[in-house]
């Protein structure tokens, strides 16, 4: 079965972005966790969250990747995506996508 499209509209310079992790300690992942929540970024999938972010949150945001590399084999990535990259997702299942309305731009 063919997933569904996940239509986005954009506004101002935010883009959509996905940052998936693989962090090994528990407390550090923990901490890694509620800075995405801080910057507005939600839970996807187990590893993976996702929202809204402009360029200096997108630069803030990896400034800080590396206090939370606890060992050589954890690893952060940010991915953002294009306006006609973001609206060719697909998606299938329990996935609940972030939708630019849900977010309060200041």
């Given at each position: 079965?063919?997933g ?16 998936v ?64 990259c ?21």
């Amino acid at each position: 079965m063919l997933g569904k499209f996940f239509q986005i509209v954009f506004r101002g310079d935010c883009i959509l972005v996905f940052v998936v992790y693989d962090i090994s300690d528990n407390g550090t992942r923990s901490h890694f966790i509620k800075r995405l929540q801080h910057f507005g970024l939600r839970r996807v999938q187990k590893s993976v969250f996702s929202g809204f972010l402009n360029l200096s949150q997108r630069l803030d945001l990896a400034s800080e990747f590396d206090e939370f590399l606890s060992s050589e084999k954890d690893s952060i990535m940010l991915i953002p995506t294009c306006d006609s990259c973001a609206n060719s997702i697909l998606t299938d299942g329990e996935l609940k996508m972030p939708h630019e309305s849900e977010y309060e731009f200041l």
